[in-house]
Structure formats: structure tokens, C-alpha cells
């Protein structure tokens, strides 16, 4: 017969295999996640000199990769990583201790991994999606009494996310996401240097993205919104625009490297 104390001392152990099965979870999702943010800088910079057949986005980048050899089985497999790492993220919203703030960007991030995970789905099944998603729904929201507004405050949420991992990548602030062996030595110093280039190049995405919003609420224009391949495109239409589309695009490869090196020296 197990007495209270054995059993209080089970549950640590109980605890702890719990967090290594979320932790493998969460690695298998991080390495696929790393992958989209590749090929996502790879089409920005193709982008940047001059072909425009890429669609520098999520779904684009899983397009892509679906014309590789065996494409559509890697599809499948990002796809379900991106999956497991929305799960990952919605156990932490759930069961997480690390505050209200946390577990609700837990909850976020785990929503924006499941939208990617079955666009991915979409695309391995041949469904694909329609770059004018973002259109529609901006417009039907604008349509909506206080529709400008609503649309707005999500212009608002979206470019506070991209100042917010500017700051991030600044401060480094995201370092606390490796291990302290993931923070030595010259791979260590290489993991630090994507994280800063990865986190500021995706905050001034995010930022141009939130301002396309901005300007859809002011102007009471969907067309005027779009996602990450719009507010490249918009990168792309500015003085010296494809040198600085080529630095984004870099700057996002370099996000995806640090994404791969987190998955390899997880803290949480």
C-alpha cells in the first residue's frame, strides 16, 4: 500500500515526464516553424531581385516546399510539427504558471501555429489558400457597425506585437528561450547575433503589417490590408526598397536559425 508520502513523492516525477513529453512536442514543432521562416527570408530575397512568382508568407513558403522532391510529404510533415507546436503552446495556456500575461501569449501563439499547421494541409491536399483571405475578412469586419474601429485596434495589436519583438531582439530579451549551453561559446555568440537579426527583421515586418491594417481602417479599404507577402511587396516599392527587402529577408532566414537552435537547446 503506497502511503502519502510516496505518493507525494511520485508526483514530481509524474510532473517531470510530463514536461520532457511537452518539450519533445515543442521541439519537433520548433524545427518545422524554423523551416517556414527559411524559406519564407529565401523568397523575400528572391523577391528582391526581381522574381515575383514567391509569396514571401507562410503559406507561401509551404507552397514552395511542395515543389521540392517529395514535396508533399514534407508538407505533411511541417505541417503536423506546426500542429504539435500549437499544442505544445496550448497545454502552456492551460497549465502554465508563469502568469496570466504568458499564458494568454501562449494562447496566441498557439492559435497563429494552427492557422499555419492546416494552411499547410490545405496545401499538401491541394486546396491551397487564397492570398486575398486577408481581404475578405477586413472587409467584412469593416462592414460591421464599428468596423473601422475593431479593424483598428487589431492594426494597434499588430504593430505593438512587431515594436514589441524590435524591442525583443534589442534587449535580447529572447535569449531567456535557450539553455545556458545555447548561450556559450561561438555557437552560442552565432545564435545570439539570428536572434537579433531574426527577432528586429520579423518586428519591422509585423510593424508594416499592422500599418497596412492602419491605413484599411482609415480609409475604409480592405484592399489597402493584406499579410506578410503585402507588406513585403510595400518594402519592395520604397526608395533603396530591394536592398532593404534583401535585409528582411536575411534578417528572417536568421529568425528561422535561431528558431532551429532553440529547438536544439530548449529551455521551455
Not at 131 to 139: E, F, H, L, P, R
Not at 170 to 184: C, V
Request: net charge positive; with cysteine.
Amino acid at each position: 500500500m503506497r502511503t502519502p508520502r510516496s505518493i507525494a513523492r511520485s508526483r514530481p516525477l509524474s510532473r517531470t515526464s510530463r514536461e520532457d513529453r511537452l518539450k519533445q512536442i515543442g521541439r519537433v514543432g520548433l524545427v518545422a516553424y524554423g523551416v517556414v521562416y527559411l524559406i519564407i527570408g529565401w523568397l523575400a530575397v528572391q523577391l528582391a531581385v526581381g522574381d515575383r512568382q514567391g509569396n514571401p508568407s507562410s503559406t507561401g513558403a509551404l507552397r514552395e516546399l511542395a515543389q521540392q522532391p517529395l514535396g508533399e510529404v514534407l508538407v505533411w510533415v511541417v505541417s503536423i510539427g506546426m500542429l504539435l507546436l500549437a499544442l505544445w503552446q496550448a497545454v502552456e495556456a492551460v497549465l502554465g504558471d508563469d502568469g496570466a500575461g504568458q499564458r494568454l501569449a501562449c494562447a496566441g501563439k498557439a492559435l497563429v501555429y494552427a492557422v499555419i499547421g492546416f494552411s499547410g494541409i490545405r496545401v499538401a491536399v491541394g486546396a491551397g489558400s487564397s492570398s486575398k483571405g486577408s481581404d475578405t475578412w477586413t472587409a467584412k469586419v469593416l462592414d460591421l457597425p464599428a468596423g473601422q474601429v475593431l479593424v483598428g485596434l487589431v492594426a494597434l495589436a499588430i504593430i505593438g506585437f512587431g515594436l514589441y519583438e524590435i524591442y525583443r531582439g534589442w534587449s535580447d530579451k529572447f535569449a531567456k528561450e535557450l539553455t545556458q549551453e545555447g548561450r556559450r561559446g561561438a555557437a552560442g555568440t552565432a545564435y545570439l547575433w539570428f536572434g537579433r537579426a531574426g527577432c528586429v527583421a520579423r518586428g519591422v515586418a509585423f510593424v508594416v503589417v499592422g500599418g497596412l491594417f492602419g491605413y484599411a481602417a482609415i480609409t475604409h479599404d480592405a484592399k489597402k490590408s493584406g499579410g506578410l507577402d503585402q507588406a513585403l511587396l510595400e518594402v519592395l516599392d520604397q526608395p533603396y526598397g530591394p536592398l532593404l527587402l534583401v535585409l528582411i529577408g536575411l534578417g528572417l532566414a536568421c529568425f528561422g536559425l535561431f528558431t532551429l537552435a532553440r529547438a536544439r537547446h530548449l529551455r521551455r
